[in-house]
């Protein structure tokens, strides 16, 4: 093979690649950009010798290309870069490593530098997602460790003598443990969901089952919260729409989620909470609206992120884990679903749920 076939191969390979790549000659001058480039800065293969400043938009990247030529050493930085998405500039964070090429006889002095960009912000993102749920779910055991440890303290050193002091104290500790158990397994569902991934489908058992029933159990269980906050529950679910393809076991979790959510962030007299079911010819669109205190807009991009609560001012009092909604909308994306939340504060709170019938993933099983 010559070397013009040669170049010709390594150059369309090259061409294709998902990263940028960049050689840059000792003028600052562009040689070669791949397709990749031209995507994300404009670069331009019809206009030869354009230099690297009107190429690339951000200092650093120069600064990166000198320090690699004047060192001849190969150096590798990361940083958030406005690159082209279509029409708009979007910011990604970038991992950006420029290697002398060694041409001549001088090493030392490199004729050229190769620009490797890589678009790292999917890995950093679910790192800084990682190390965040990692620092929440550590702030929220701390607080119902230190309580139960308190006591057992107390306990131990003999401080509390009183039977009823005791028994408060052990209902408390129980109340407690509780809430690191579910604080505990709403983690571990979570990380259920994102080992396998929201496009796989091994998570998942589908069958046919009875929505209604579903609901009704649900509401079963919460009956005890419902009577505390004199609530009223209606649930409209016609007999058409009344079977639905899934994982009973998840959608137990949803329901069970979404009305709890709303029965714990409303103190409001006369709560009413309503779930409905309708089958569309698209699928079925399932709501949970209540007519509580409402959700500020402001809050509503960020209600499905763990850990995150609207009412921060009411935190010793709602006990929640924080992680209800994220299972929820989770669980429903599993489910090639989408959940909306909509909210006029002082109005009313809905979830609306769009489930596709049925869901391609459980044909098989159906």
Not at 43 to 59: E, N
Not at 92 to 114: C, H, K, M, N, W
Not at 165 to 174: E, F, H, N, S, V
Request: proline share 4%; net charge negative; with cysteine.
């Amino acid at each position: 093979m010559n070397s013009d076939v040669l170049n010709g191969l390594l150059r369309s390979i090259v061409q294709d690649l998902d990263d940028g790549c960049l050689i840059v000659a000792h003028s600052m001058e562009v040689q070669f950009g791949n397709n990749r480039v031209a995507e994300w800065f404009g670069w331009d293969s019809k206009t030869p010798g354009q230099k690297v400043i009107d190429v690339l938009p951000d200092h650093r990247l120069i600064e990166t290309v000198q320090l690699a030529f004047k060192d001849s050493v190969r150096v590798e930085r990361s940083f958030l870069v406005g690159i082209k998405k279509g029409e708009k500039i979007v910011e990604r964070y970038l991992t950006i490593s420029a290697s002398p090429v060694e041409v001549g006889a001088f090493p030392e002095d490199p004729d050229f530098v190769q620009l490797i960009i890589r678009d790292d912000t999917e890995h950093h993102e679910t790192e800084q997602i990682r190390k965040d749920f990692v620092a929440n779910a550590s702030h929220e055991l701390r607080t119902p460790l230190s309580i139960i440890n308190g006591y057992l303290e107390n306990l131990v050193d003999g401080v509390i003598h009183d039977d009823a002091m005791t028994k408060r104290a052990l209902i408390t500790m129980q109340k407690h443990g509780e809430r690191i158990a579910r604080i505990v397994e709403d983690m571990l569902t979570i990380s259920k969901f994102e080992s396998v991934g929201l496009s796989e489908t091994n998570l998942l058992r589908g069958r046919r089952f009875d929505v209604a029933t579903c609901v009704r159990d649900v509401v079963d269980r919460l009956n005890p919260l419902i009577e505390q906050k004199s609530a009223r529950v209606t649930i409209d679910i016609p007999e058409e729409a009344r079977e639905i393809a899934g994982d009973r076991f998840y959608w137990d979790q949803v329901f069970f989620n979404l009305i709890e959510n709303a029965l714990k962030e409303n103190d409001r007299d006369q709560l009413e909470v309503s779930i409905s079911v309708v089958k569309t010819d698209e699928g079925h669109r399932m709501e949970v609206r209540d007519n509580g205190v409402g959700i500020p807009k402001s809050h509503l991009p960020f209600v499905f992120k763990r850990f995150y609560r609207v009412a921060k001012h009411r935190g010793s009092e709602v006990k929640g884990t924080g992680l209800g909604l994220s299972i929820v909308k989770r669980a429903v994306e599993a489910h090639g679903g989408k959940i909306f939340v909509d909210s006029t504060p002082g109005i009313s709170t809905a979830f609306t749920i769009q489930l596709p019938l049925p869901p391609v993933y459980l044909e098989g099983e159906l």
